[in-house]
T-cell receptor, first 118, second 111 residues
């Protein structure tokens, strides 16, 4: 079956431009997460949705970062006035649900969007 | 102290070797534990969920010690295709919340 897809796969932006990154989760997955991965580091959490509700946005680095999932399916991560330090791979992951069983909490990642800010 | 700490690596081993990765985590509220594998310039892929009693999947064995907040991954009979970065991962707190990743340990298996 189809996995998580993300678009675009690569994005080059000039400093100060706004960008929008899209994530299509696995069909039927309730949970959706955004992570940022800098070179040589593990992914770092940005924000979490359960259906359309954004339940945790504690990882968003500044108010220039905004995420939405209006119909509980596709999600968009928007970065306004991009800065060079925003250059990273942005990973989206989805999970079946948020139940108590370990398997419920497994997350499956998309291929990421590699953002380069010049 | 980082929330998830892993062996710094890299680990360079010959084919057929057994290699062990260790990981400690600081958040005692974490309830879900995983090992992910990440190939160069690819996304992380779930390798194993780690159960309280420990679990095995083919050549891979994962162990969890909640009292010591310690997780391990053992790979037996290493293959060239095992070469990758292995990420130790715990969840932030209650079920379904964010994952916290270690920095990863790079494994290189040579013939």
């Amino acid at each position: 079956g189809a996995g998580v897809s993300q678009s675009p796969r690569y994005k080059v932006a000039k400093r100060g431009q706004d960008v929008a990154l899209r994530c299509d989760p696995i069909s039927g997955h309730v949970s959706l997460f955004w992570y940022q991965q800098a070179l040589g580091q593990g992914p770092e959490f940005l924000t979490y949705f359960q259906n359309e509700a954004q339940l945790d946005k504690s990882g968003l680095p500044s108010d220039r970062f905004f995420a939405e999932r209006p119909e509980g399916s596709v999600s968009t991560l928007k970065i306004q006035r991009t800065q060079q330090e925003d250059s990273a791979v942005y990973l989206c992951a989805s999970g079946l649900t948020s139940g108590g069983a370990l398997k419920d909490n497994e997350q499956f990642f998309g291929p990421g969007t590699r953002l380069t800010v010049l | 102290r980082k929330e998830v700490e892993q062996d710094p690596g890299p680990f360079n081993v010959p084919e057929g070797a057994t290699v062990a990765f260790n990981c400690t985590y600081s958040n005692s509220a974490s309830q879900s534990f995983f090992w992910y594998r990440q190939d160069c310039r690819k996304e992380p892929k779930l390798l194993m969920s780690v159960y309280s009693s420990g679990n095995e999947d083919g050549r891979f064995t994962a162990q969890l010690n909640r009292a010591s907040q310690y997780i391990s991954l053992l790979i037996r009979d290493s293959k060239l295709s095992d070469s990758a970065t292995y990420l130790c991962v715990v969840n932030k707190g209650s079920a379904g919340t964010a994952l916290i990743f270690g920095k990863g340990t790079t494994l290189s298996v040579s013939s």
